[in-house]
């Protein structure tokens, strides 16, 4: 069973930085690919970016890509997002999830096992 606890969201004017984290509880989120999605009211969720266990594949969406950097450190059990040059249309509430096919990416919603229960990122204009 694993755990995921998201952070760090808030209000953030167009052009700034917030930094995302979550924090993973289970012996075995090292041999989880993880990843963000988001989702705006009355919208489906969307894939933004994962890592996967060893981090040595990174896959983004084009909506983010050059923007946001995904990152994660096993020793602390914590995934990391550092959105920069933030855009009003990145409001969303963000969420983490991990996906037990460590070794590879998927995008799909439906590819994810375990979720956390989401934070508020709101880009003012």
């Known amino acids: 069973q694993v755990q995921l606890v998201e952070s760090g969201g808030g209000l953030v004017q167009a052009g700034g930085s917030l930094r995302l984290s979550c924090a993973a509880s289970?012996?075995?989120?090292?041999?989880?690919?993880m990843g963000w999605f988001r989702q705006a009211p009355g919208k489906e969720r969307e894939f933004v970016a994962a890592?996967?266990?060893?981090?040595?594949?990174?896959y983004y969406a084009d909506s983010v890509k050059g923007r946001f950097t995904i990152s994660r450190d096993n020793a602390k059990n914590t995934m990391y997002l550092q959105m920069d040059s933030l855009k009003p249309e990145d409001t969303d509430v963000y969420y983490c999830?991990?996906?037990?096919?460590?070794?590879?990416?998927?995008?799909?919603?439906?590819?994810?096992?375990?979720w956390g229960q989401g934070t508020q990122v709101t880009v003012s204009s």
């Open positions: 999830a991990a996906d037990r096919l460590g070794y590879t990416i998927r995008t799909p919603v439906s590819a994810y096992d375990y």
């Open positions: 289970g012996r075995i989120f090292s041999s989880y690919t």
């Open positions: 890592r996967t266990r060893s981090g040595g594949s990174t």
